[in-house]
């Protein structure tokens, strides 16, 4: 990684990371630009900027017609890997200092079955073929993000009392990459990384330099929400502050994966979704289930999406919020 001695780019705490961030998110900026949106004073944010390119992390651009030349980051300075770790895939991907993918791989996983160690030591082998593949040396990576499909200890970097992983509470997660890797490992909650992409470069990145909040909900295999205040990741005092999909349903007795009865998860996550699609298919209740079903097509998500227009979304979905406490509940995340 290269050396930067005033401060750590890549920790958008420093100042540094903070004008480098802002510039990467909404680049390329004028010098003013900057200095409206950090609040510093225009000298301080030359000499930052002055430094950041002379390590090569900037660079200058002119605009056709115009004088005043444009900042943005040096895409190819360096590089990022993020991984994404669902309770049934795995996916790795590098990255450019801009957030642009450029090469990715990923496949099938069993969190329970494979455990940690075995998990990600693929995730290591994925990183170096994505390495390889690109021609990348061991310097040029700066940064690892990782998200996981559990409450997290962010600070040191291990997931905590994980419902549905077994064998992974705290587990070194963070500290066993970074002894394969010379560069920082940061591991989140997977909706709080999420939540922390729409913030920096999706539907809330207006509201980021405004210090915004907002909330990310996730509906799949399990539920859960990334919360956004001020800005910032909101993760509770024990990293579990969006894990809704593990919130009591009253009066619900439905068995959830955890080993609970009633949570959120089990009445309205994608498997609860599967088997009331099934029973539509089987009951005769909806034409276009029967007919994939019949198909041995996978009754999930993406099969009730492309329904939706018929009523077989809705149809299940209906079923899912005939559960009154359900409504309720979401109506409550929803303000």
């Known amino acids: 990684m290269t050396e930067f001695d005033l401060d750590d780019p890549v920790n958008v705490s420093t100042t540094a ?7 990467r998110d909404h680049g390329p900026l004028y010098g003013k630009d900057i200095v409206r949106r950090t609040g510093l004073a225009k000298s301080t944010v030359s000499a930052y900027v002055d430094r950041l390119m002379s390590v090569g992390l900037l660079r200058e651009e002119i605009p056709d017609g115009m004088k005043r030349r444009k900042l943005k980051v040096a895409e190819s300075a360096g590089y990022v890997v993020g991984v994404a770790l669902g309770q049934s895939h795995l ?25 940690p160690e075995k998990v990600l030591n693929r995730v290591v082998s994925y990183a170096r073929e994505l390495e390889q593949r690109a021609g990348l040396g061991p310097s040029a990576l700066f940064g690892i993000g990782f998200g996981l499909p559990s409450p997290v200890d962010y600070s040191h970097g291990v997931p905590v009392n994980p419902p549905v992983m077994p064998g992974w509470d705290r587990f070194p997660v963070a500290s066993f990459l970074a002894q394969e890797f010379t560069c920082p490992v940061f591991v989140d909650n997977d909706v709080n990384v999420m939540a922390l ?10 509201l980021a330099y405004r210090k915004g909040s907002f909330l990310l909900v996730k509906a799949g295999t399990g539920i859960g929400a990334g919360i956004v205040i001020n800005g910032e990741i909101y993760r509770g005092a024990k990293g579990a502050a969006g894990d809704i999909g593990h919130i009591g349903i009253d009066g619900d007795t439905t068995l959830c994966r955890c080993g609970n009865a009633g949570c959120l998860e089990a009445v309205a ?43 077989a979304a809705i ?18 995340i929803s303000d």
Request: aromatic share 2%; hydrophobic share 45%; charged share 30%.
């Open 17 to 23: 990371g903070r004008i480098f961030k802002i510039i």
């Open 91 to 115: 996916s790795v991907a590098l990255c450019d200092l801009e957030a642009e993918i450029i090469d990715s791989v990923g496949g099938p996983v069993d969190l329970v079955r494979e455990g």
């Open 197 to 206: 992409a729409e913030r920096d470069k999706g539907a809330a990145s207006d």
């Open 269 to 311: 996550g994608g498997r609860a979704l599967a088997v009331r699609a099934r029973a539509a298919a089987r009951e005769g209740r909806s034409p276009y289930l029967a007919e994939a079903l019949s198909r041995e097509e996978a009754l999930d998500a993406e099969t009730l999406a492309r329904g939706a227009t018929m009523g």
């Open 315 to 332: 149809l299940v979905l209906d079923e899912v919020f005939s559960h009154k406490n359900v409504g309720m509940l979401m109506r409550k």
